[in-house]
């Protein structure tokens, strides 16, 4: 009987022992989940990073595209602008003017002169096919907002300016093209101008105070571009 008491002694270590092995043992899961915990949270940084960074390129290579874009169209509308600013449009200029010079000063010195003969060889309106062709393409869409109100509104006055001329060469080609050989009494029945000659020259008169406002327009307008596209 008196050993007992060291039977029940004994066991009391063990018994520890064994109260102590739980605990160790949920410990151990804890770490276990937490560094899967963490290894699941870099691995979805890394990839929220990595789709981040790929919407960042696509972005950057749309916007650069877009750009490129952009700057081919200011450059095809810089050399459409410029042919009625700076070389065609004045060239035209100066050749109504001169004609119609002429022919008022013959006039006034009461002659009876030759109708003025001007006609524009080839395209008979002014250039718009680059502008055409960004409208069709929604390209046009790319252009400075401001800029594109400004080129809408011009390009609409260009085609009128192009029906006014085809008015008056339509004219001329029935009342003075095709008689030209016959000499001044083909225009000049008796003493005063056939009123469709008369009407022809008026119709030249307007055609080109309107390719002058045009020119002037469009000179301005390729400031702007210029200065558009290089923000």
Known sequence: MRDEPSALHEET??????????????????????SLLSKVALE????????SAAFAVDDYRSDREQDQRRQAIYHALDHELAQMAQTRGPALQREMTQELAAWDAAIARGERPMPPTFRIPGA???????????VATDSIELVNPELFYELARFYNRAQSAGDLYQRYASGAEVDIWPRLREGPPAFWPGRKLSPEVAA?????????????????????????LRQVSRN
Not at 200 to 224: N, Y
Request: proline share 6%.
């Open 13 to 34: 270590p063990g018994a520890e022992v064994a109260s102590d092995r739980p605990h160790r043992s949920s410990s151990g899961r804890w770490a276990g989940s937490e």
């Open 44 to 51: 979805l940084f890394i990839v929220f990073v990595g789709v």
């Open 124 to 134: 008979e309106r002014p250039p718009t096919g680059v502008w055409d062709a960004a």
């Open 200 to 224: 022809d020259v008026q119709r030249l008169r307007e055609f080109r105070e309107r390719q002058g406002e045009l020119s002037r327009e469009a000179d301005q307008l390729l400031i702007k």
